[in-house]
């Protein structure tokens, strides 16, 4: 006997004891009651007042909650729902992930809905939110709006989050965005040389000397090193490199993930319920961050009011001095710029570590694609061997290998989730009310044939020739926004981060590639893409890697 059934056993033979029990009573009662010719559901019923009567009064309570919760549920789930509230009263057709596929593998209901409705929006109801899906010929429309029109913070907070002001900006963003566009954007170059040997250093704490072939869990192995190289751009010395830091860096996207997962199969109503307990973890790990980070913070407020002899201040090019350089007078608030960095932090990390995770095994596949891109770095770098401490704009290639990576392997399915912070009419469909969930069909832009010829194939040199053409020397690159690929979102809520993300990735695949060997174990395969509940790529966390030193002769 296996231990499945024996745990089962006990509890089956105790339900059929009490349901013969209960037969039995009520067989004894119906020979009593016979004389009074009382019919089955009279008996029925004097049994359940006999019941009811015998039964404590807290067991009577909870019986009576647990009753009026169901029939709650009930009412909203099949009445008030799709009745009253659901998209559906305004004429916007529905449509449900396709039979037999992953319910959150949303790629073949964005197909037909592209066959379907090539020009009406639609709706799809994930986790009890109903998303109405503009159809991408009207990305246009949708990247424009404001965040007074359309919020994409009150999108994570209310669906993401469980209505959790966890992670995102609020009122104060805009110091957030712009220091984070224009001034982080700035610092990646002087930061370059730390940068590069952090990245080195952190892949040799992962990787070990590896003088023969090394396995490695890809995923972990990949956030490790891009927690460390992001930290000591956000954070700086010591904290990047404190390991309780780091830890809780890479833990909190994971159990905002386990926030999401339980709370997405809960119904509407217990949702807020539900989110309460299984955010909390996610909630106190960055009450522990907001402690971590406290006394760098307080430092880097003493460092500000140091004004040298000559009247400039000491050169710190964190993003928690920029933030202190940036925000207006009046609006520093220590818990504000705490909040800023984790949320940078937060929306840095997994983003950074997945779009990496992709490029490693599309590399691992082309081993010549390998051998170009060294050649390309070898001709950037400097006589030290070591990266200019530019932007890494020099590396073209690697740059459009990178974009398309994010091209193929799409991060979401569904881009520019807004919440309507006001009634809206697009020129299709019909006026949509304050409160609406909005997006747009990305993967449709992304595999695009008019956009991007053969859009199935993997042409890492795509975009670096695409650049050749005459006026697009400087478009096309990985970190360039625009409609026609929307890995960084677009319009004015845009991703403030693309350029530290972007020179992140080059400084470690040019360490990845200028010392490593690179290999998957034999037989295996590039990973399926999997998806969160929300449609965004979810990496198969088992996938190994093998590395192995490289020994580069002298010439
Ligand atoms: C490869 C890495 C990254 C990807 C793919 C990515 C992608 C995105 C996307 C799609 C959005 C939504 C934009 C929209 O809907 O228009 C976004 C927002 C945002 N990203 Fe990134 N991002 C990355 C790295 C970063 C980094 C390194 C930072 C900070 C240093 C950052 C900070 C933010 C912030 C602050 C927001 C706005 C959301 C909020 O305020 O909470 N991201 N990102």
Not at 54 to 62: A, I, N, Y
């Amino acid at each position: 006997m296996n231990s499945t059934t024996a745990m089962t056993t006990p509890i089956i033979s105790s339900l059929t004891s009490y349901y013969d029990n209960l037969a039995e009573q009520f067989q004894v009662i119906q020979e009593a009651l016979a004389p009074l010719n009382l019919t089955k559901w009279q008996i029925v019923r004097l049994l359940a007042a006999q019941v009811w009567r015998d039964t404590s009064p807290l067991l009577r309570t909870t019986l009576l909650v647990v009753l009026a919760g169901s029939l709650l549920l009930l009412l909203d789930t099949y009445v008030i729902q799709p009745y009253f509230l659901s998209l559906r009263r305004l004429g916007v057709p529905e449509l449900k992930p396709i039979n037999g596929r992953h319910p959150f593998d949303y790629k073949p209901m964005l197909d037909e809905a592209a066959k379907k409705y090539p020009n009406q929006p639609w709706f799809f109801t994930y986790s009890g939110f109903e998303l109405v899906v503009l159809p991408s010929a009207y990305v246009e429309e949708v990247r424009r709006l404001g965040t007074q029109t359309a919020s994409l913070v009150d999108f994570l907070t209310t669906v993401q989050f469980g209505g959790w002001k966890l992670i995102g900006t609020d009122d104060s963003s805009s110091t957030l965005h712009k220091t984070a566009s224009t001034d982080l954007a700035r610092s990646v170059g002087p930061l370059g040389p730390v940068r590069q040997q952090v990245a080195l250093d952190a892949l040799q704490a992962a990787v070990g000397d590896a003088p023969q072939w090394k396995t490695v869990n890809l995923f972990w192995t990949v956030l490790e090193v891009v927690a460390a190289t992001g930290a000591i751009g956000l954070v700086g010395e010591p904290l990047s490199r404190d390991p309780r830091w780091l830890r809780a860096v890479r833990t909190l996207p994971i159990l905002v993930g386990i926030g999401v997962y339980i709370s997405c199969f809960m119904p509407r109503l217990l949702r807020p319920l539900v989110a309460t307990f299984s955010y909390a973890p996610a909630w106190l790990l960055h009450k522990y961050l907001a402690h971590l980070l406290r006394p760098t913070v307080e430092q880097a407020l003493k460092d500000v009011s140091v004004t040298r002899k000559d009247g400039s201040s000491p050169e710190k090019t964190t993003l928690i001095h920029l933030l202190l350089a940036r925000y207006k007078p009046g609006e520093l608030d220590k818990t504000q710029l705490i909040k800023d960095v984790i949320t940078a932090t937060f929306e840095s990390t997994p983003t950074t570590a997945v779009s990496l995770y992709w490029m490693i095994t599309e590399l691992v596949l082309r081993p010549d694609l390998v051998e170009d891109l060294r050649s390309e770095l070898q001709s950037v770098l400097l006589p030290d061997g070591t990266l200019p401490p530019s932007q890494l704009t020099e590396l073209a290639k690697m740059d459009s290998f990178m974009r398309e990576s994010a091209r193929v392997n799409t991060f979401h399915y569904l881009g520019l989730n807004r919440i309507l912070q006001q009634d809206f009419q697009f020129s299709v469909g019909p006026r949509l009310p304050k409160g609406t969930i909005i997006c747009v069909d990305q993967d449709n832009i992304h595999n695009s044939a008019s956009l991007y010829p053969d859009p199935e194939e993997f042409d890492a040199l795509r975009f670096y020739q695409k650049r050749k053409q005459r006026g697009h020397e400087t478009r096309h690159q990985y970190a360039s926004n625009g409609p026609e690929l929307l890995t960084w979102g677009d319009g004015p809520q845009v991703c403030p981060g693309r350029m530290f993300a972007t020179n992140t990735i080059k400084i470690l695949l040019a360490q990845l590639l200028l010392n490593y060997d690179l290999q998957f174990p034999a037989g295996t395969y590039k990973p399926e893409r999997r998806s969160f509940p929300n449609g965004s790529s979810q990496p198969d966390m088992d996938v190994k890697l093998m590395l192995r030193k490289r020994v580069v002769e002298e010439k």
